[in-house]
């Protein structure tokens, strides 16, 4: 889901508008990025330099896998270029992407992220303009806020967006039944409920943040810092205007500590995937995930699972949420740009988008004004949360670059691991971070 560092952080971007002005002009409206091997699938066809336009994708969780590979095997329908799907474990993909950028004989076409990210590839001139496409039928529809999100600070696409989803604090309605528990609402209720659960015998609150995937609490630091301090703020400290050894930051870990007593001993032990076994099996009360953990979930268990938006702690700092996008981008050095645009245009279309939802968890919503998502029950309440949030952020390395997402899980890490020695653990952040933005 994240890259290691491999440049500077971006210059800021401006900051997302609200929800309702993010759907304006679509009617509905970001993405899911998922979880090794390698995989291929498609047909054989040929671009100008010949071959087929090559995709390497990080949507390698089962369900994740299959829908690529049909989105792929409906691309191939369309009678022109045809695409070769590679599908790479996530925590692999994140990790060598800056090498297929900038290797010889790139891939084509990869799934990532807009916004900051993309940009500090953009910013090297590794990522192929696309601004023509922008300009067909196939994306003339889409709002203002996702073509801001997806163009370069040189003023150039370079970003197709296909899906969003959200982030929320996921449960299973059987066991909250069972445990004879109801949704909280404010931080005191949600305190309450862990006090609740951890006098059962139940862990509250799962985190998945061991393993490859340690990014997972930053969603913690994220939510935190929005509830607290406001999106405003969390983008400017993202994009290097404060300090994160600032007053402000220590009081998120102050409100932090206040539910760590709750979180599962094995928290920084257990990869995301193993997190959502615990949740499901019941071990842990609920856990602060986005929509992406249901495709390492069985389909059947999908219909119990239900959430709630995390707490608001402070009534007067307007509500935001989470809602990352997702897409795609191609390599500047491809030699197959034709192709690799004409599989770009079919990436945006409703047709696409709707057969990678029928085929995955369907728990994206997609970026089509005209695209239908799955409309399960806990879909209509997500995009509802989205619709009402007052504005929304992406996600740390999203809203801010990829090259400083490293030293954020070493410092929450380490947070998890010894709370009372957050004083030293801000002031390293504060360093590394200092590094990255170059002052």
């Known amino acids: 889901m994240i890259t290691p560092p491999t440049s500077p952080s971006p210059a800021p971007r401006p900051a997302p508008p609200g929800r309702r ?118 994306l003339t529809g889409y709002p203002d806020a996702l073509s801001k999100l997806c163009t370069s600070a040189a003023g150039k696409k370079v970003f197709v967006p296909t899906t969003y989803y959200w982030w929320g604090v996921f449960y299973r309605k059987s066991n909250f039944a069972k445990w004879g528990v109801e949704e909280p609402k404010t931080w005191d209720e949600f305190l309450d409920l862990c006090d609740t659960l951890k006098g059962k015998g139940i862990a509250p609150i799962g985190l998945g943040a061991g393993g490859n995937t340690p990014w997972v609490a930053s969603s913690w630091f994220d939510y935190l810092n929005i509830r607290i301090n406001g999106a405003a703020y969390h983008r400017e400290l993202l994009a290097g205007k404060h300090r994160f050894d600032d007053p402000e930051v220590r009081k998120v870990f102050d409100r932090w500590g206040e539910a760590l007593p709750y979180f599962d001993p094995n928290g920084t032990a257990l990869p995301f995937q193993d997190a959502t076994t615990a949740l499901l099996q019941g071990r842990t009360g609920m856990m602060l995930i986005g929509t992406f953990f249901a495709d390492s979930a069985p389909k059947g268990q999908l219909e119990d699972i239900d959430f709630f938006r995390f707490p608001v702690i402070d009534p007067e700092v307007p509500v935001a949420e989470e809602a990352p996008t997702d897409g795609y981008f191609a390599s500047a050095r491809t030699s197959r740009k034709a192709g690799v645009k004409e599989l770009m245009r079919y990436l945006a279309t409703a047709e696409a988008q709707e057969i990678y939802l029928k085929n995955s968890s369907g728990t994206a919503l997609p970026t089509h004004p005209d695209a239908k998502d799955s409309g399960t029950a806990l879909v209509k309440k997500g995009r509802a949360l989205i619709e009402g949030a007052a504005e929304l952020t992406q996600y740390f390395n999203r809203d801010s670059s990829d090259a400083l997402q490293p030293p954020a899980d070493a410092a929450l890490t380490r947070f998890l691991a010894k709370p009372k020695e957050i004083g030293s653990i801000l002031t390293t952040w504060q360093r590394e971070s200092q590094k990255i933005w170059g002052r």
């Open 21 to 138: 002005q993010f759907l304006a002009g679509t009617g509905a409206v970001g993405a899911a990025a998922l979880l090794s091997g390698c995989v291929t699938s498609g047909s054989t066809a040929k671009s100008e330099s010949g071959g087929d336009v090559t995709l390497q994708s990080n949507l390698s969780s089962p369900q994740a896998k299959k829908a690529m590979e049909k989105v792929v095997e409906g691309f191939g329908k369309e009678g022109g270029a045809k695409a070769k799907l590679n599908t790479v474990a996530s925590e692999t993909f994140r990790t060598q992407l800056p090498t297929y950028l900038t290797s010889a004989n790139p891939p084509d076409l990869y799934t990532w992220y807009p916004g900051s990210v993309a940009e500090s590839y953009a910013a090297k001139d590794l990522l192929l303009d696309v601004s023509d496409i922008w300009t067909g039928p196939e």
